[in-house]
């Protein structure tokens, strides 16, 4: 057999798993995934590690595997979200202008947040591309924000400590959530990687409930002290947005309701 038909021929066997995967009620263990292709056990456990590497299939906590972080970011990339970030792009933009800093605009999808937009600091400490980076939710204020509202519930998912300064403990995380709420942003510092802060609000939408995240990241050198003033100046471009969005005023942003998890995507920014 040629190269080229050996190479069409294990593209076949990959594909046909990722669409077995993709095709699953429910997510599919190793045993099942090799069952369904037929193939030896060293080629399925090959094949499922070279897709778990693109990011076409990921594991579950109980090691089984789904849809990976690819499919996640291109359906946050697409629609119904195409509206919301082709409005937030001007305020993005604003924001970026500024404070010089990292802009970035956050949506969940399933028990994740996916960036979907980002404006690059104008500095050359702090600028990268976070759109394909998957981060604990409880260590990134965009992710804080969803937690705060309800957004996100994780009360079955294992808490990372990437650092020291991480809230690794659900009763530090919940009282970080009620702070979050009544000051109307969330923030870390050097909870993800030490030296790097953020800060970031809810975005609401027609139904007062949050939509999106509206945040800023930079080095914790140049943002400390600066937390409280940019999380305000964030409030005042979120408001901005969130009224383009059809949002109904409120007086701080901890009147908003809970975030309803079954609120149908398409939805949100009709």
């Known amino acids: ?77 697409h629609d119904p979200w195409q509206e919301l970030v082709r409005l937030a792009r001007p305020v993005m933009q604003r924001i970026g202008d500024e404070t010089g800093e990292t802009v970035h605009l956050s949506v ?30 409880h260590c990134s204020a965009l992710g804080k924000v969803f937690l705060a509202w309800d957004a996100l519930d994780l009360r079955d998912v294992e808490l990372e400590r990437p ?13 970080d959530g009620r702070l979050t709420r009544e000051r109307g942003w969330a923030q870390t510092a050097d909870e993800l990687e030490i030296g790097l802060s953020g800060v970031a609000v809810p975005v609401f939408g027609a139904r007062r409930d949050v939509v999106a995240a509206l945040g800023i990241s930079g080095p914790t050198a140049r943002m400390q002290g600066r937390l409280d003033e940019l999380g ?39």
Do not use: I
């Not at 404006?119 to 759109?131: E, F, I, K, P, Q």
């Not at 650092?163 to 009282?175: G, K, Q, Y």
């Open 108 to 137: 969940t999808r399933g028990d994740r947040v996916v960036q979907v937009a980002q404006v690059d600091s104008t500095y050359l400490l702090g600028t990268r591309d976070w759109t394909d980076v998957d981060v604990p939710v």
């Open 1 to 77: 057999m040629s190269d080229a038909a050996t190479g069409t021929r294990a593209l076949d066997r990959a594909t046909d798993l990722v669409a077995t995967v993709v095709h699953a009620d429910e997510p599919m263990s190793f045993a099942d995934l090799q069952d369904a292709s037929g193939l030896a056990k060293s080629t399925t456990s090959r094949m499922l590690t070279a897709l778990e590497r693109s990011g076409l299939l990921e594991r579950d906590p109980a090691g089984s595997y789904v849809a990976g972080r690819l499919f996640w970011l291109y359906a946050a990339r």
């Open 232 to 270: 305000h100046h964030l409030l005042g471009q979120a408001a901005s947005l969130s009224a383009l969005l059809g949002a109904p005023a409120h007086r701080h942003a901890a009147e908003a309701h809970p975030v309803h998890r079954s609120t149908r995507t398409e939805e949100v920014v009709a």
């Open 163 to 175: 650092t020291t300064a991480t809230l690794a403990d659900r009763s530090a995380l919940r009282h």
